[in-house]
Structure formats: structure tokens, C-alpha cells
Nanobody
Framework: VQLVESGGGLVQAGGSLRLSCAAS????????MGWYRQAPGKQRELVAT????????NYADSVKGRFTISRDNARNTMYLQMNSLKREDTAVYYC???????????WGQGTQVTVSS
């Protein structure tokens, strides 16, 4: 599975951005997709995940109520709508796709999100 993120950029605090993750390859094998982020000097952390069929979602406490994860299976694309952005949301955001059957996990190249005060 190949993943390509887009939609990052510079935004003022309180603003919004929408990230996209386009998947290609063996997309039929994907069970769970998610967004992770890594700020400078920090470990990569989970932001949100979504299952393939039922659309069950899970969010980090720090983004609950502000971020929304969704996916369009017909377009093999996952989204992250980010509202009420804070400076602490500044990070490189990575898309992940996990296949239980193949026992593999794929990562995108990352997209930078910078929130200014």
C-alpha cells in the first residue's frame, strides 16, 4: 500500500485545515487507517484512527471535539478535518494504513502543519 498525504500548511491559531491521504496498491487489504503526528523533539503520537468498513473512530484526548477523521472508500482516501487549531498541534502529520491479514503497516511521507499564534 502506498500513501500520499496533502493539505498541510501554515494557519493561525483558531483556524482550520483538512488533510487528505490517498491510498493506492493493495487497498483491499487495509483494516484500519489513521493519522499520527510528530512534533520536533517528541515521539510520534496517535491522533485518530478509523476502521475500514464500519467507520469506527478513535481520537487522542488532545484532539477530541476539534478533529474529525473520515474516509471515502470509493476514492481510497482518508481525511482529517482539523478545527480550532492550537499552536501545540504544530507537527508533521503522517498517514498510516494497517493490514491485519498481511501483517503490515504502511506510512506516508508526512505533511507539515504549522499553527501560528
Amino acid at each position: 500500500v502506498q500513501l500520499v498525504e496533502s493539505g498541510g500548511g501554515l494557519v493561525q491559531a483558531g483556524g482550520s485545515l483538512r488533510l487528505s491521504c490517498a491510498a493506492s496498491g493493495s487497498t483491499f487489504s487495509i483494516n484500519v487507517m489513521g493519522w499520527y503526528r510528530q512534533a520536533p523533539g517528541k515521539q510520534r503520537e496517535l491522533v485518530a484512527t478509523i476502521t475500514s468498513g464500519g467507520g469506527r473512530t478513535n481520537y487522542a484526548d488532545s484532539v477530541k471535539g476539534r478533529f474529525t477523521i473520515s474516509r471515502d472508500n470509493a476514492r481510497n482516501t482518508m481525511y482529517l478535518q482539523m478545527n480550532s487549531l492550537k499552536r501545540e498541534d504544530t507537527a508533521v502529520y503522517y498517514c498510516n494504513a494497517h493490514s491485519l491479514g498481511l501483517g503490515s503497516s504502511s506510512w506516508g511521507q508526512g505533511t507539515q502543519v504549522t499553527v501560528s499564534s
